[in-house]
């Protein structure tokens, strides 16, 4: 949970109503005084229908400690109750090796259909079938968020996520509106500050203390219309790490683009 909590966070919270178009928004990660890791995210969604895309690399002592690149891609259709997610696929490279994560769904439920490494190699717990009923990618569950800002103006939801390997718990919450100061080159100006909270249930580690695994992972999203006529993204993000302590993501520039074509494998 706190990898895939970390690195997708930022791929939060559009409203819907205001998301005609492909949003192209850069970001960098820093810490300790330095920047760890540079991240891109597109964010497509319509009224009836979203994709969402991440990239990062890590960059600087990241680099040199868990040298990794990734990007992570989502679609599917809301429905009048929740996002139903179609595909999901996750690959790249985490200190040399890879990973990859390939998930699609029937009825509201996961299948995996790739996993690198595999199962009997991961030493997690296998989590229970019925646990798996109902999820969403941890991308489908910001597509959720987007249009509970869109509807309410608030960021207020709780999503079961199921990662292929983990099932988790994300929560979050309205605290109201603050204003951030510049800072460098990131975006600053008003936004509206949401609490999140992440909390792994299945696919513990066996080789890992279960209480300590157990223990939810809190931080902070503020959202914000990054340039007029944009619809509201992530302006910046406080992250708890297991290797940095708490990390911040900053948003360095938007702006639409192009539609992609449909998610392939």
Known sequence: MRRTAALALIALLLPGAAAAQTVRARYEVHALGATLLELEARFDLSETAYRIE???????????????????????????????PSAFVSEGTWRGRLRRIVLDWTNREPRVVDLVPDGASDDREPVPEALKRGTM?????????????????????????????????????????ERILPWR??????????????RLVAGFRRDED??????????????A?????????PVRVDIPTRWFGTVTA???????????AELTR
């Open 225 to 233: 219309s990054p340039y007029a006529g944009a619809p509201q993204i």
């Open 137 to 177: 990618d941890v991308l489908s569950a910001f597509a959720a968020l987007t249009r509970q800002v869109g509807r309410t103006g608030r960021c207020d939801l709780t999503a079961p996520v199921f990662d292929g390997r983990r099932r988790s718990e994300i929560e979050t919450r309205s605290e109201g509106r």
């Open 210 to 223: 279960r209480a300590r695994q157990e223990e939810p992972q809190r931080g902070t999203a503020w959202v």
């Open 250 to 260: 900053v948003l360095l520039g938007a702006e639409p683009v192009e539609r992609r």
């Open 54 to 84: 991440t990239a990062f690399r890590t960059r600087g002592l990241a680099a040199l400690l868990v040298p990794a690149e990734h990007v992570s891609r989502a679609q599917g259709a809301f429905t009048a109750q929740a996002p139903a």
């Open 185 to 198: 080159n990131a975006w600053h100006g008003d936004a509206l500050r949401c609490g999140y909270e992440g």
